[in-house]
């Protein structure tokens, strides 16, 4: 075998997208728009894993709200994804997903939604404009970094080398690996002098060392509560688990946990503390402290365990103990695995990428979505910066590409 060979062949190629997720085929398709043949490389047998994965649970396409408020989502990433989100915000991804197809509606708090409530629909037309678009899919095909100016990848007939004319990167960031979003790509990226943040989750849960008491009530949705952390606060709902606590309540709150905030639990969000105070006075001052919270307030089981759990021994005075039922403490053990996260922060650094996002390091090379150090709540942001990051480098490496 000569050395060529055990390398893999060289194939030359018009424009190269890395990765199959919804940034890479919004690149893909800005790509061949703009009259390039691309070829699409994906190391998962199938395209767009995560984004059915996410489709599960309704498939949150956007959110409707003032622009301000979307931007500010983002944190102080909002004034570096901010152009591309004018060009391609919550508006245009609907009306994106309606000519696939796919209707959509808004709910009570804006979030937009398929009302197919899942992503398969979308995606399998998304996929045949592509294909009729031009776009040559490759799955199985898993990069592995360079070879000299080349990249390499293994595939099922083996190695294989691509020198395209340019190359998208839309890998995924460093959760959900068995989707296809591992992270591997940092390190390659490392080395050619690609400036990099260390990747965080984002959007997780986060442990509690639970006693015996807690057992019957994982997987009980706790509804009805606002969690706390730091200047951070939120109104969704959480679930208990063995392990912890996690759901939307606490990941709309998860960056402050993780850096270090404490979490608090306000079991009665929508009753003032004397409010509280006052019917808990009310109650016979024999009657037990599990009957006065369930009579006077009403309060479900499960809320009853956590401020059982959590707040021991309960204070009898009233004032005290409404008090708790305010604030909450919740000790925390850190977060989840990274890998179960929704989502991670870090990746390819702003200054590392110029305003075309092209990596300054690597002219003809360019980055977009979960690649790149952003990160921002659930509730349509992730997937909208995604789509928006893919469709500006598509674009961009397209007229890079075109003046050659």
Known sequence: MSAQEGKGAMEHCDALVIGGGPAGLMAAEELARAGRRV???????????????????????????????????????GGWLSPMLEEFGPDAVQAWARGLGQAVFAGTTGRVFPVAMKASPLLRAWLGRLAGLGVEARTRWRWEG????????????????????????????????????????????????????????????????WSEHMRPHFGAPLKGVALGAGGARSRGEAVLSARGIEGGGIYAVARALREGAPLTLDLVPDRELAGVAARLAARPA??????????????????VALLQELG???????GALAALLKALPVPLAGPLPMDEAISTAGGIRREAVDAELMLRALPGVFAAGEMLDWEAPTGGYLLTACLATGRHAGQAAARWAGSG
Do not use: C, Q
């Open 312 to 318: 021991r021994p309960l204070p009898r005075a009233p």
């Open 286 to 303: 024999g009657e037990s402290a599990t009957g006065r919270l369930r009579k006077a307030l009403r309060l479900p089981p499960v809320k």
């Open 146 to 209: 360079w070879d000299g100016s080349a990249l390499a990848f293994s595939t099922p007939e083996g190695p294989r080398r691509l020198a395209p004319g340019v190359t998208v990167l839309a890998l995924g960031g460093a959760s959900w690996a068995r989707l296809g979003s591992d992270g591997a790509w940092a390190a390659w990226l490392a080395a050619r002098g690609v400036a990099l943040a260390p990747f965080r989750p984002a959007n997780m849960g986060f442990r509690v060392a």
């Open 39 to 77: 070829v699409l490389a994906e190391g998962k047998p199938s395209l767009g894993r995560k984004f059915l994965m996410a489709g599960k649970s309704g498939l949150n396409l956007t959110k409707v709200e003032p622009a301000a408020a979307f931007v500010a989502a983002y944190a102080e990433a």
